[in-house]
């Protein structure tokens, strides 16, 4: 909602990626070189692959996607809103070289630890892989928790997300994937790398309270901010209530507390304060108040 893609720190919250419009200025460079790769080589993408990466490291689940087959046990996507519903499924030839590849958590895992293994590339193409230009490496960023790295990346499209990091010193891969994201993989990584570094951490107890319809009434409105132009237009479907921002989609938040909303698959957090009609917006570690307008 905010557009805070920063990822400076995996103990901030990162929102995920939506690949809202397929995030055209970063995937489109990946869609031409994929098709150049085909020029060069007179061989398909999926033929590439199979002979640079899949067959050298064993990879058994890794290949270019194409309609969903359940038969082979691939997977739809999901979205929730009041209940789950099955998503869009976007043809694989529009991402292409951006984002057409289907994998698994094992897979991945395999991936990048014979890529820091030197068994796909050589030490200078790693090197230059990690080597950030204006926050970005080449297919990598790092993200530090505390005193240590992980380089990796992320992805999403439909309902589908994905998440890779490896911690070099550590030896240390982790991948998560998901066909139906509700909570923030930020978060679930701050989890994991919390409990494998002895790290303090607090398993969430993910607390929802029950209101009434008319409970929601008080919070109905829409709020403005001076500091950004978006306006927070906030309605109500029975006993949920709805959030939408100017020229996005509506989206339903969780009662959390008293007064408090969620969002989690933005890591979004509303909390209003009814007697002085403002709205106080948090996601990526900033907060935003909103004053209601009526």
């Known amino acids: 909602m905010l557009d805070m893609l920063k990822g400076e720190d995996l103990r901030q919250v990162r929102p995920p990626l939506t690949m809202r419009g397929f995030q055209m200025r970063r995937i489109l460079p990946y869609v031409v070189l994929g098709y150049i790769l085909e020029k060069i080589t007179k061989a398909t993408y999926q033929e590439n ?10 990879l058994a689940n890794t290949y270019v996607g194409g309609k969903t087959d359940p038969g082979k046990n691939e997977s739809y996507s999901y979205h929730f809103s009041t209940q789950w519903e099955q ?3 976007t043809d694989l030839s529009i991402p292409a070289g951006a984002g ?3 994998s698994t958590p094992t897979d991945l895992v395999k991936f990048i630890e014979a890529l820091f293994a030197l068994k796909l590339i050589s030490d200078g193409s790693l090197t230059q ?5 204006d926050g970005y490496g080449m297919g990598m960023f790092p993200t530090p928790f505390y005193d240590k790295m992980a380089y990796g990346h992320n992805g999403g499209i439909d309902g589908f997300v994905s998440i890779l990091e490896y911690f070099p010193e550590d030896s240390l891969a982790i991948a998560y994937c998901t066909n139906g ?3 923030p993989y930020n978060n679930i990584l701050i ?3 919390s409990i494998y570094f002895n790290k303090p951490y607090a398993v969430p107890t993910f607390r929802t309270i029950a209101l ?10 829409v709020y403005a901010s001076t500091l ?10 029975g006993t949920t209530l709805i959030s939408q921002a100017t020229d996005q989609s509506a989206i339903p938040l969780e009662a959390t507390d008293q007064h408090t909303f969620t969002f989690d698959p933005a890591g979004i957090v509303m909390e209003f304060n009814p007697d002085k009609k403002e709205l106080t917006l948090k996601q990526g570690g900033e907060t935003v108040v909103f004053t209601k307008e009526n």
């Open 228 to 237: 950004i132009p978006l306006k927070i237009t906030i309605t109500k479907d």
């Open 129 to 133: 892989m990690k080597t950030l230009t």
């Open 49 to 58: 692959l199979q002979r640079r990466i899949t067959s050298k490291i064993g």
């Open 191 to 193: 989890g994991v790398s």
């Open 100 to 102: 057409a590849i289907v």
């Open 212 to 221: 009434k319809s008319e409970d929601l009434d008080k919070y109905l409105g």
């Open 181 to 183: 994201h509700v909570y």
């Open 87 to 89: 998503g869009p499924e």
